[in-house]
């Protein structure tokens, strides 16, 4: 186990309107306010974008099975945001729903919100974490400064 302690720093409300991707008005407005860890709740409802919705087959390293949604998803989830060789770069989780069919997983490139997506980022402060390259399981994985 990895571990790095810090704390809170700014607390931002966003709201996303209609048309908008939420992934690219993430990482706009992350590089705006140069926030390079924090977190992200969201809720509201997406259209157009596609998950991660686990593997292929379950192997080192995964190859991706995506899940695109359209139209309009109920949609709440997560996503943590750490520094990398690339900038800040995002890990987002959700669940979204559309009368009964549900999707859980991983959305990647671009999701574009329907009416309205709200968002509560939370700053962290003085954590020693990034995101690098795991050749072995071909993913960004956190890496922290401590362990257990």
Request: glycine share 10%; hydrophobic share 40%.
């Amino acid at each position: 186990m990895q571990y790095s302690e810090g704390n809170l720093g700014r607390i931002y409300v966003l709201r996303m309107d209609h048309g908008e991707d939420l992934i690219a008005s993430l990482q706009k407005f992350l590089r705006e306010k140069k926030i390079e860890s924090c977190m992200a709740l969201f809720m509201g409802a997406l259209r157009d974008g596609r998950a991660v919705t686990g593997p292929e087959v379950p192997v080192i390293p995964p190859v991706p099975h995506y899940e695109s949604f359209d139209s309009a998803w109920e949609v709440f989830g997560m996503a943590t945001i750490y520094p990398s060789s690339e900038g800040p770069m995002l890990h987002i989780h959700s669940g979204l729903g559309r009368g009964t069919k549900t999707i859980v997983g991983c959305i990647r490139e671009k999701a574009e919100v329907y009416l309205i997506v709200e968002v509560v980022l939370l700053e962290f402060s003085g954590l020693k974490a990034e995101r690098v390259w795991d050749e072995k399981m071909g993913l960004n994985l956190l890496s922290l400064d401590k362990r257990l």
